[in-house]
């Protein structure tokens, strides 16, 4: 089993719900997303950079299979669980932040402070608290927790405590152009798989050597 | 004791501890008090880590000298060499505690460690070089371990040939540690292929040229302030000086020579960096290679070894401007977003994806692919509290242990 994704560009509508999901479900500390939809070519999203071009990329862990971020982790706190998905210890990581420089694609969050007073610094109605409300271990580590620890590193984790349910990530659930699909990709008659094959899928940075299992499918020309 | 180094003593002492207080209203609040964000996640203390590693080269350079080529000139400054070296290779670890979140969990470096990351090698080989400096200190020290200090001395029967002899055995072990934590902490940012200003293979042979400027030049500053610029050390003086100077060329040419290459072959990426480097940080660039030049090409002349306030500036320019060298590494590794692309349909265009802070920073929005980082105070605080930290060690060695030749030998 290989975990993989593919995020289909010509579906995706650069509504951001699949940012505003993962943010909310993974009770992630203010200024800190894990998932991020911009306008390539735009300074302002949802704004066309030229006429009749217009594409929306969203960008989130990559779950790379020669993972730098993995390499570089002096305690390997960063690690690839069976499936596939890279994920990082909370009890381990020790906060240097070597991964985040590593990782090509800066989808690595540091908690700078304790994440109760970044809500109180932010100005979060007090007590309020969002996302999954309990710890999760996955293969016995603890990779989700809703009051990080301060000082250690967070990013995506394909939503572990869902697909541990047999749930599906909460990206892929609420994207409501259903530009989202996770499967196997060692199954060659998955979708994903399948998807891949027939739509010229590519990946991000394929140079940095990185071998990401998260896929894009090409967007066609708009319509001007 | 001198009233001089008594001053120095309390002067260093209590700028340490402002720095452990500073760390430790850190370790309560969190990296929040450093202003260091997701996009541009290392900052003043890595860049620590790299100035101090480098200091402590002098060790090395007067080793190698005495030993592998000969220089018996340069021997009533080994163990000062050594003493910076240890001082300096400590101070490099001390400066990387703070930039750890959680440090309490060091721990798990010995218990699971990852032994694909330079930063495992770094920290074994720091360990190994700063052992290896206090053990070829002692050895020198040896002969002179009598009377008040007799309890510090291991039996032997012949202390001055048992020294000797040890000395010469230790010697090429610690050479080895010692070009071991340049190479080893230029490989921690060389292998990120991630960040272009970083992934160059000349990045380890450049910090062993660093080092070994620097190193020396630290070497020359102490043993100028504890023996003064006599005749008697001018020849020694000479001697640090020519490799310095050399040691500043190699570098300078090793740095221009990557900047060439790059610039030559003019793609996108190389661009940002240049204009980084030459533009946002122009002047600080200019200071970062004019400064060690000049510094190191004042430190050949006897009129500035002779005389105690030249060679002290001269010394401090090129430290000064190594230390802007060593703060450079960061801006156009950070500033300069790897998830870069040209949007389809858009050929001209030079996309970055902005990466989220992580943090409140007042009047910035939360999605940056620019920052322009500038130490916090605790940063500063701490940064200059290891100083002082390396400069309190070499001063009660000093004081404390027969580090200095006497003036009857
Ligand atoms: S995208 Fe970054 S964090 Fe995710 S696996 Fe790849 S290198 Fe690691
Ligand atoms: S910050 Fe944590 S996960 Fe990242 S490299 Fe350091 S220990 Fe590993």
């Not at chain 2, 770094?122 to 070089?129: A, E, F, H, M, P």
Request: aromatic letters at 12%.
């Amino acid at each position: 089993m290989k975990m993989g994704m593919v995020i289909d560009l010509e579906k995706c509508i650069g509504c951001r719900s699949c940012m505003v999901a993962c943010k909310q479900h993974n009770a992630q500390p203010p200024q800190t997303w894990w998932n991020r939809v911009f306008t390539p070519g735009s300074h302002r999203h949802l704004t066309p950079p030229a006429l009749g071009v217009e594409f929306f990329l969203p960008v989130h862990c990559q779950h790379c299979e020669n993972a730098p971020c993995e390499k570089v982790c002096p305690v390997g706190a960063t690690y690839h669980a069976e499936d596939g998905a890279v994920l990082i210890d909370y009890e381990r990581c020790i906060g240097c932040r070597y991964c985040m420089s590593a990782c090509p694609y800066g989808v690595r969050q540091f908690n700078w402070e304790d994440p109760e007073k970044a809500h109180a610094r932010s100005e979060y109605q007090e007590k309020y608290h969002y996302g999954y409300p309990e710890d999760h271990r996955h293969e016995g580590r603890l990779v989700y927790s809703p009051l990080r620890p301060k000082g250690i590193v967070e990013k995506c984790t394909f939503c572990a405590q869902y697909r541990d349910k047999g749930e599906l990530p909460a990206c892929v659930r609420g994207c409501p152009g259903k530009a989202r699909f996770v499967g196997d990709l060692d199954d060659p008659d998955s979708d994903v798989s399948r998807l891949i094959k027939s739509r010229n899928a590519f990946t991000l940075l394929p140079e940095k050597g990185t071998k990401p299992t998260v896929f894009y499918l090409p967007p066609k020309a708009k319509e001007v | 004791m001198s009233l001089k180094m008594r001053l120095g003593l309390v002067f260093s002492g209590a700028l340490f501890l402002v720095a452990v207080a500073a760390w430790i209203y850190q370790l309560k609040e969190g990296l929040i008090l450093t202003n260091m964000q997701n996009s541009y996640s290392w900052g003043l203390y890595i860049s620590g880590l790299a100035f101090f590693v480098g200091n402590a080269a002098g060790g090395l350079v007067l080793t190698s000298s005495i030993y592998l080529f000969g220089v018996k000139k340069l021997k009533p400054l080994a163990k000062l060499g050594a003493l910076t070296a240890f001082a300096n290779v400590t101070a490099a670890m001390l400066i990387v505690l703070p930039d750890i979140g959680k440090p309490i969990r060091l721990y798990n470096m010995l218990l699971h460690p990852n032994w694909m990351s330079p930063l495992v090698w770094d920290v074994i080989v720091l360990n190994l070089y700063a052992a290896a400096a206090a053990i070829y200190l002692y050895i020198l020290m040896l002969p002179e371990l009598t009377g008040r200090l007799g309890w510090l001395a291991i039996r032997v029967d012949d202390p001055h040939a048992f020294s000797e002899r040890w000395a010469k055995r230790i010697a090429p072990v610690a050479l080895l540690f010692a070009i071991g934590i340049h190479v080893v902490t230029a490989w921690i940012f060389s292998t990120q292929g991630a960040r272009d200003w970083w992934f160059s293979p000349v990045m380890a042979p450049d910090f062993v040229s660093v080092a070994i400027a620097v190193g020396t030049t630290v070497v020359l500053l102490a043993a100028a302030l504890a023996y003064g610029t006599g005749e008697k050390y001018q020849e020694a003086y000479r001697a640090l000086g020519l490799i310095i100077f050399m040691a500043t060329c190699v570098h300078l040419f090793l740095m221009a020579n990557d900047l060439v290459i790059h610039s030559w072959y003019g793609n996108a990426e190389t661009h940002r960096i240049m204009d980084i480097a030459w533009g946002d940080f122009g002047p600080a660039h200019l200071f970062e290679v004019a400064a060690p030049l000049l510094g190191a090409w004042l430190l050949m002349r006897p009129q500035i070894l002779g005389s105690l306030p030249r060679l002290l500036a001269s010394s401090a320019l090129l430290i000064a401007g190594v230390f802007v060298h060593r703060f450079l590494i960061m801006p156009a590794a950070y500033n300069n977003i790897p998830m870069t692309m040209t949007p389809f349909g858009l050929p001209e265009s030079h996309w970055s994806l902005p990466i989220a802070s992580g943090r409140f920073l007042p009047g910035m929005g939360t999605f940056l692919d620019q920052y322009a980082y500038f130490p916090s105070l605790v940063e500063v605080a701490i940064l200059i509290g290891i100083m002082a930290y390396a400069v309190f060690l070499v001063l009660l060695a000093i004081a404390r242990l027969p580090i200095l030749a006497r003036e009857n030998q």
